[in-house]
T-cell receptor, first 114, second 111 residues
Framework: AQSVTQPDIHITVSEGASLELRCNYS??????LFWYVQSPGQGLQLLLK??????LVQGIKGFEAEFKRSQSSFNLRKPSVHWSDAAEYFC????????????FGRGTSLIVHP | DTAVSQTPKYLVTQMGNDKSIKCEQN?????MYWYKQDSKKFLKIMFS???????INETVPNRFSPKSPDKAHLNLHINSLELGDSAVYFC??????????FGPGTRLTVL
């Protein structure tokens, strides 16, 4: 069975600073990987996904993530954070074997200081 | 042209009552889900339907009953509401493995 770990419950950054949110997964084969963002009072929105190919994937809102098979990681990055990026971020892994059900991490809450 | 919609957005009710939450998607996806998000933001899958057929039913009390009248709708009915049912419930639909489109959520408060 697949699993996802987001080791940081909260991350605080200053506006304009760079950001990296960590995600580690456990899955026996090549996984499908996702990052979602949840703004306060909203549903989850897909930021980016990795299915295959280039291990550096670009997403919306200036986010990118890099799949590192050797480290079982899929960390999310942004070079310069904006106050509107304050939200909850969820990493998810989907089994490439056919299950439609992704497994979500527990989320990382991003706080942005002015 | 909302992709996945849920009603109501807020639901406040007394213990013991029965309530329903409705979900509709206009994306043409075959698979729909219900998730429960607790106060710590943990997302737990409850049910999954593919083409109106139940394919996943996690360990959810049988007071929760999903109904899919057609593949664009997946409603959630809850009987005999309990305090522990208070949460945000999300509907989602999916065109492919793992990729999910979420509704805005329904915040259920049981008093």
């Amino acid at each position: 069975a697949q699993s996802v770990t987001q080791p940081d419950i909260h991350i605080t950054v200053s506006e304009g600073a760079s950001l990296e949110l960590r995600c580690n997964y456990s899955y026996g084969a090549t996984p499908y990987l996702f990052w979602y963002v949840q703004s306060p009072g909203q549903g989850l929105q897909l930021l980016l996904k990795y299915f295959s190919g280039d291990t550096l994937v670009q997403g919306i809102k200036g986010f990118e993530a890099e799949f590192k098979r050797s480290q079982s990681s899929f960390n999310l990055r942004k070079p310069s954070v904006h106050w509107s990026d304050a939200a909850e971020y969820f990493c998810a892994v989907g089994a490439s074997g056919g299950s439609y059900i992704p497994t979500f991490g527990r989320g990382t809450s991003l706080i942005v200081h002015p | 042209d909302t992709a996945v919609s849920q009603t109501p957005k807020y639901l406040v009710t007394q213990m013991g009552n029965d309530k329903s939450i409705k979900c509709e998607q206009n994306l043409g996806h075959d698979t729909m889900y219900w998730y429960k998000q607790d106060s710590k933001k943990f997302l737990k899958i409850m049910f999954s339907y593919n083409n109106k057929e139940l394919i996943i039913n996690e360990t959810v009390p049988n007071r929760f009953s999903p109904k899919s009248p057609d593949k664009a709708h997946l409603n959630l009915h809850i009987n005999s509401l309990e305090l522990g049912d208070s949460a945000v419930y999300f509907c989602a639909s999916s065109p492919s493995v793992g990729l999910q489109f979420f509704g805005p959520g329904t915040r259920l408060t049981v008093l």
